[in-house]
């Protein structure tokens, strides 16, 4: 059965490659960590594959120090070689600027652009409220008892949340209403890639990715 990934939120974009932006007066925030045994084990990528992750961000915020205009930021966070990038930007061309530079990073496969065109840059103070949710969420996650919350990835820009993962269809509404009922959360996104219930039940051997297809009817 085909793999897709799915976005959702108050818009769908068309799959492919989009833009978006990081900052360069504020510390690049990278979605990566560091590489654990038991991380690893409960993540559905392989080790190889969680390591290229990491590499990718690393090499997309180097490439974004020497493009970002001053006072704009964003953040980059790969799952399974697709980018998420977040932030704020002033102008539509930055936004378009900075998301070709993501796509360029070698073995980028997709890059979903969330940057927000804005007048103004946000707080320190939002992003502090941002890392709380995150936290939130992820305690609410571990606190499910269907769910596997090591297998989903959570990132959170001006109250909205972003869920990334290789999860079915059932553990992605599941995820995503968790995450809605946090308090604060403002929408949810889902940039899942979507497996069967029998290739989640036979995920004994890791996969590599199959090309991305957008479900525009997942909610």
Do not use: H
């Amino acid at each position: 059965m085909k793999r897709g990934w799915c976005r959702t939120g108050l818009t769908l974009v068309a799959a492919g490659v989009l833009a978006g932006s990081l900052t360069a007066c504020v510390p690049l925030l990278l979605g990566g960590g560091a590489v654990t045994t038991a991380l690893v084990a409960s993540d559905r990528r392989t080790s190889g594959m969680y390591l290229e992750d990491e590499r990718i961000e690393q090499s997309a915020a180097a490439k974004l120090r020497e493009t970002l205009k001053e006072g704009t930021r964003a953040s980059v966070t790969s799952f399974n070689r697709l980018a998420l990038v977040t932030g704020e930007v002033r102008s539509e061309a930055e936004k378009a600027e900075v998301g070709r530079t993501v796509a360029s990073v070698e073995n980028v496969r997709n890059v979903v652009n969330e940057v927000e065109v804005v007048p103004f840059i946000s707080s320190i103070g939002q992003r502090s409220r941002d890392t709380l949710l995150t936290s939130q969420v992820k305690a609410s996650l571990i606190d499910a008892k269907d769910l596997q919350a090591n297998t989903i990835k959570v990132v959170t820009e001006m109250n909205v949340v972003y869920l990334m993962g290789i999860v079915t269809p059932r553990e992605a509404q599941r995820a995503a209403e968790i995450a809605r009922g946090v308090n604060n959360v403002r929408k949810v996104v889902r940039v899942f890639e979507n497996i069967s219930e029998q290739e989640l039940a036979s995920y004994n051997t890791r996969q590599q990715p199959a090309p991305v297809v957008q479900d525009p009817a997942a909610k």
